[in-house]
């Protein structure tokens, strides 16, 4: 045959490098790099969430109040009317002499604080530089959370990533059902907020007749039970320690019953505040509050040393489960929302797969059948390229370990209709010379060369509509502009360098005798 | 086989041009009639809400699905429809819910519960800040090829080209959405990128046409541009109808095969491609004419073109003489 060019080597090195690397995405091999499956196809949650960052500034404020409390007690200093209001915290001096100190004390502890006098009281906001440092603090704490809580869960390969300034991108492959997808949900969500609080004996048996603005004023908090929603407790409302001084949790079973449980470790400083505590009031009750809900409130019957507490409560395992999870990764400073949520079953995922599959296979055999039975041995060298650029969209995609999506499979089936076309605008002009009476080889160059600069013009064209719609995709659709656009730019190498390649070296066979086996081109009546 | 013959006569697209201009004109006033009175049916990607999936054993009892939700408050203005086979039911609500732990469809399931055995196949809910996002990122999508669309045609050929391209596009997609006020199509993520493909495809087919225009003006003797613009028509002609083809199979099977997800999408590019196919060949070229493009005028500009080359070339060897 034909003498090797270095165009049909190129192609033969493309459809070697296409198969080789979609080898390990088509046989779904453990080693080498795959395509995954977008959630769509093979079922999963996505979930785009923001922080309620409003929160967090809030308690930025309210810890700053107590800093100031703090601070101006510990010098002595007379104030009065301390108090916070939306988004600042005021204060009143009642001794002028006080003024000075006041201010070189503010200027040097509350850094990132903005602070407005008039005479002697004083009115004081967070920076707009402390306000955004708060906000970005508590999303980047909440995505490492949610991730930490997502991880220990269990489900393989879970992504939370920090999407635009405020958002936060969950996306959660393997759910298989929805009572699955509502536990993950509630596991996000979770604040986790662990504290110890005591019970106010003393007005404890007035609790079921008190307000919560009564309750105020003695300083305590009224609080429910977490399974009789009716049972209430009274409780100071300053914790004895909270879940930052937790170290570990853990599920374990009761003996008697096979209850499960939740054990946890406190730190050094946290066992030391706790044994103290359970020293001072054996005889009284102290809860175990999680998340504004008294989860067990057992009587102290003796000093408890070591840090090790017990969470009891009519927990299913699983429930039991996800707490500990939540506590061990931490609480979340600012609750988080759900903007946007799709959600696949596994099922649904399988159906998209089928289908697309099918109308790729059908779309494919179909464009094949037609390009032969219209263009003969012209229509296999496209069809040569039509597969060589499949699987080259296969293998650029595993290098990548790109996400296959069910718009990217749709992107995929459209390349096939498209691809075709320039090797249809290549043939035809190759047989609107051999009919002016050029020779092949002239034919074949010449025709290269005159549907070149259409092509081009008009894969340019596709080309730029697919990249803005990557640039201002979001998540599956992005999937279709990539599949799109790999296909525009291998088609450039299969169906034009390629197909010219294969040309050159079937030349010597080709014969002029038998156009219609070669280009589809009927034979004349009355030919020359 | 050949549809087309080779020695096929010239056809005279450009005599019926005012005529096929009158059609296009009409189609393009229903259009623009059709999104006023009826509008798109933004689906929840743009206009927010929540669509839930539910798939029964055996037939969907939709009537006692309607009756059970009609009775909630976040439910009362929902709509049930079958979704692809008639064991299978879509609810559609504009409802959003920010909770995390406990959304819309824990609630349709706790509902639905006595209407028989489902399972809850997929949830989509879209809160209104993301619709809007997603809404204005859209347009901007849509602004943006085609600004550089036209950038690069008029680069590539003259800017009465680009100019004919894009108003044959923009011919192109209005047919499209009117299309889908048409039917009602649910206007989601996915009809925004059939809508750029068009885009795409529908240029495609008009940088062809144009190429074999521009070649016919650099080959052809004559100064009339009907002529030119017939003969390069009739040339192409095999050629757009062929890929049109093509494209129309895999399309429809994507249509027939690719499932209730992809049915909107390639509705939008069954359209698509027909109009697209229509506009390249009898309406991209005439808004050529009218736009007074002139034959002697490319050339003379092509002239110069390759004067102010050979020039620069002259230049470019005088130099290389001189410092050599």
Known sequence: MGTLNYRVVIFLFAFIFGVVFSIPTLIQSEEGKKITLGLDLQGGLHMLLSVKTEVALESKLKSTATSIKYVLEDEDIVFDDLKIDSDRVSFELLDEDDVTKVDKLLKDDFKGIVINKSGMSYTMTLSSKLAEETKKNAIDQAVDTIRNRLNMFGLAEPTVAKQGADKILVEVPGVKTAEEEQRIRALIAKAAHLQMMA????????????????????????????????????????????????????????????????????????????????????????????????????????????????????????EANDIAIALRSGSLLAPVQVEEKRSVGPSLGKDNIVASSIALAVGFILVVLFMVLYYGVAGVIANTALIANLFLILAIMSMFEATLTLPGMAGIVLTVGMAVDANVIINERIRELLHSGSSITKAIEQGYNNAFTAIWDANVTTLIAAVVLFAYGTGPIKGFSLTISIGILASMLTAILGTHGIYQYLLPKIDKNRLGFWFGIKKEKGAK | ?????????????????????????????????????????????????????????????????????????????ASVTFFGSDSEIAIRTKSTSKDVDVDL??????????????????????????????????????LLSIIGILAYISFRFEWRFALASVMALIHDVTIALGALALFQIDVNLPILAAILTILGYSLNDTVIVFDR??????????????????????????????????????????????????????????????????????????????????????REQEAKKAKREKEKEKMRAMYEQGSM
Not at chain 2, 32 to 45: C, F, P, R, V
Request: neutral net charge.
């Open chain 1, 199 to 318: 019970v106010d004996e003393e007005r404890a048996n007035r609790v079921y007749s008190m307000s919560g603005e009564e309750a105020k004023q003695y300083g305590d908090i009224i609080l429910n039970d977490v399974t009789n929603k009716d049972k209430r407790y009274l409780l100071y409302s300053v914790p004895i320690l909270d879940g930052s001084m937790l170290t570990d949790a853990k599920v374990g079973y009761e003996r008697k019953t096979n209850r499960p449980l939740i054990n946890f470790s406190l730190d050094g400083q946290g066992s030391k505040i706790f044994a103290d505590f359970t020293d001072k009031s054996v005889g009284k009750r102290m809860a175990v509050v999680l998340d504004n809900e008294v989860y067990t409130a057992p009587n102290i019957v003796q000093r408890i040393g070591g840090g090790h507490v017990q969470i009891t409560g009519n927990f299913t395992p699983q």
């Open chain 2, 1 to 77: 086989m050949e549809v087309f013959k080779h020695n096929q006569a010239i056809i005279g697209f450009m005599k019926s041009a005012k005529k096929v201009g009158a059609f296009s004109a009409f189609m393009i006033i229903a259009s623009l009639a059709l999104l006023m009175t009826k509008g798109l049916n933004y689906g929840i990607d743009f206009a927010g809400g929540t669509i839930v999936q539910v798939q029964y054993e055996g037939k969907a009892p939709i009537d006692k699905v309607r009756d059970v939700l009609s009775k909630n408050k976040t439910y009362s203005t």
């Open chain 2, 105 to 142: 469809s824990d609630e349709v399931r706790n509902l639905l519960n006595g209407t028989g055995s489902f399972k809850i196949r997929g949830v989509d809910m879209v809160g209104p800040a993301v619709g809007d996002e997603l809404r204005t990122q859209g347009l901007m999508a849509m």
């Open chain 2, 213 to 298: 225009i521009r070649e016919g003006i650099r080959s052809i003797k004559t100064t009339n541009l009907d002529e030119i613009i017939d003969e390069s028509v009739t040339r192409t002609l095999s050629r757009t109808t062929l890929t049109s083809l093509t494209t129309f199979f895999v399309v429809l099977t994507l249509y027939l095969f690719g499932g209730e997800a992809l049915k909107g999408f390639s509705f939008t590019l069954l359209v698509g491609v027909v109009v697209g196919t229509y506009s390249s060949i009898f309406v991209a070229s005439p808004i050529l004419m009218w736009l007074n493009f002139s034959v002697t005028g490319f």
